[in-house]
């Protein structure tokens, strides 16, 4: 009876700690994708700007 609660246990535990990394990733995943998407709208803002200031001098 002692080893079969044992073992229930040291599952639970692995599994809290797999879902934990799971979360982890999941949340580094949502926020790259946030974070890139500002920055790559914003370099593009910084494309336009740049690229209308060189058609001027033309």
């Known amino acids: 009876m002692i ?3 044992v073992g229930a246990i ?3 535990l692995m ?3 797999i879902m934990t990394y799971a ?3 999941g949340a580094g995943h949502a926020l790259g994708r946030k974070y890139g998407r500002i920055i ?3 370099l593009d803002q910084v494309e336009t700007v740049l ?3 060189i058609d001027k001098f033309k």
Request: a positive charge; hydrophobic letters at 40%; proline letters at 6%.
């Open 3 to 5: 080893p079969l609660a």
């Open 10 to 12: 040291a599952i639970g």
């Open 15 to 17: 599994t809290a700690e």
């Open 23 to 25: 979360a982890t990733a």
């Open 40 to 42: 790559c709208h914003k």
């Open 51 to 53: 690229k209308s200031s």
